[in-house]
């Protein structure tokens, strides 16, 4: 073991208990040409959306990661057949879905297990769903989905953990969201395709992967119009034929991979990714400095001397994706001056803060937002990931920083990019994952 290995060891014995690390040695930049993987939060809605259909049907250009492989288990738990070929397809056949109770162990894997409510209403009427897991980033309630259950007709139970829905019928009805919630949307437009009679979803979530969900579901024979907009209009169907669709890509990974581009000054070609999804980050990174050229279905990300200090605040779309707070962060502690970092979504998405504190980062956290104070320098130290984000802040502020920086729990990064060590090697970026 090298002397900072010994050191890590010897004082933060907590770090013996976590299976592997990664390692990053810093001040690289990132050079080349690499192809997005699939959007996992699109997979995950895409997944669960295959229990509506009457018949087997195919979803194609699925990431790789762990949120696929849980959601995998909980259809398979149900009594689907599942035929998966990771990083190629997945057909479902559901017509032996009989279950429709998923229990804790499986539901504490992702936040996502949530869309088997609406999943199992909207098929059978019936659904008894233990509350999810997923990221601590806050208190994540998911009381607007309960309630747009409720407007179809559902009678709603909520005691010992577990959700209890069920149902004589469905029938479309008005839904007026009280917050913009893009697992709501998505839940009740689930339930909602198959109700008797006509849903309108007012105050609606406008992500690219809401659009993409009823794509998915229209090209089943569901009738959807208006995602993409503050009102979603469903008119319910009887029957939902097979399909074979392809998900659309991870908007989020696109946006983690232009920020390490520019933190670490390199000239990056991102390719299968849609720049119109991009537009937020695309717009503070010229903001910033960074020289940002898109094409069709690729984005080029190159550096053009100082990276100027901006404020960013999350927003629902098309405004700054909150998943990409924290890799900005990282990228905004070696900018020059003073940048803010407003979180208007998650009360709780600041675990990244001591981590990059750890490596030199200049940070405050005044209620919601982050001052950052640009410093020239980040060093590499060992530092644990809270969160999936968290883990990609982490990442970048590896990248950047002097020497290496140990990442402890890595696998919480897992469950969102597919290997993200290969990309990033194949960028030219010096690491690795290890044993502990
Ligand atoms: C989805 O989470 C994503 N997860 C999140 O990505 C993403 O950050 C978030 O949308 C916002 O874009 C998946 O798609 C699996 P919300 P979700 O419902 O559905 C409150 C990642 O890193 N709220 O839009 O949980 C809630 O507490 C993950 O990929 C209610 O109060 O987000 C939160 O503060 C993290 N009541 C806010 O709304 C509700 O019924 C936004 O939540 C629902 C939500």
């Known amino acids: 073991m090298d002397s900072q290995s010994e050191v890590i060891a010897a004082f933060a014995p907590r770090f013996m208990y976590v299976k592997d690390k990664m390692l990053i040695t810093g001040g690289r930049p990132l050079m080349g040409e690499i192809t997005v993987s699939g959007g996992k939060n699109t997979a995950v809605a895409a997944i669960a959306a295959t229990l509506l259909c009457d018949e087997p049907c195919t979803v194609e250009n699925l990431p790789d990661i762990d949120d696929v492989h849980a959601l995998n288990e909980i259809l398979q738990s149900l009594g689907a057949q599942v035929d998966y070929v990771p990083g190629k397809y997945l057909t479902v056949d559901p017509r032996g879905v009989h279950a429709f109770r998923v229990p804790y162990a499986l539901t504490k894997r992702l936040r996502a297990s949530y869309y088997m409510l609406g999943a199992l209403l909207g098929r059978g009427l019936r659904a008894e769903v233990a509350y999810p897991g997923g990221c601590d980033i806050g208190s994540r309630l998911i009381d607007q989905h309960l309630k747009g259950f409720a407007a179809l007709g559902a009678r709603i139970d909520d005691r010992g953990g577990m959700v209890y829905a069920n149902a004589e019928r469905l029938t479309g009805g008005d839904v007026f969201f009280d917050l913009v919630t893009v697992g709501g949307t998505i839940n009740v437009m689930l339930a909602a395709v198959r109700a008797e009679g006509t849903t309108v979803m007012y105050n609606v979530a406008k992500e690219p992967h809401i659009v993409d969900l009823a794509n998915f579901l229209n090209s089943m024979g569901a009738r959807i119009k208006g995602a993409g907009t503050n009102v979603i209009r469903i008119r319910g169907v009887q029957h939902l034929h097979s399909t074979t669709y392809a ?29 119109t999804h991009m537009e937020a980050l695309t717009a503070k990174l010229l903001e910033m400095g960074v020289r940002v050229t898109e094409n069709d279905d690729s984005i080029r990300v190159r550096p053009q001397g100082e990276q100027r200090a901006v404020n960013v605040k999350t927003q629902v779309y098309p405004g700054f994706p909150t998943d990409l707070q924290q890799p900005m962060t990282a990228l905004l502690c070696m900018a020059s001056g003073t940048s803010s970092v407003c979180e208007t979504i998650f009360e709780q998405r600041f675990k990244h803060l001591d981590e990059l504190r750890r490596m030199g980062a200049h940070i405050r956290l005044v209620d919601r937002t982050v001052l950052i104070e640009g410093v020239r320098e980040l060093y590499g130290a060992p530092v644990t990931v809270t969160d999936l984000r968290a883990g990609a802040a982490l990442v970048v502020a590896g990248l950047m920083a002097k020497g290496v920086t140990e990442i402890y729990e890595p696998s919480y990064i897992d469950r969102g990019y597919e290997r993200i060590e290969d990309k990033l090697r194949r960028l030219g970026a010096d690491i690795r994952r290890e044993k502990l």
């Open 247 to 275: 998900v659309i890509p991870d908007q989020i990974e696109t946006g983690t991979l232009m920020i390490a581009a520019a933190a670490t000054r390199g000239d990056v070609t991102i390719h299968g990714c849609i720049p």
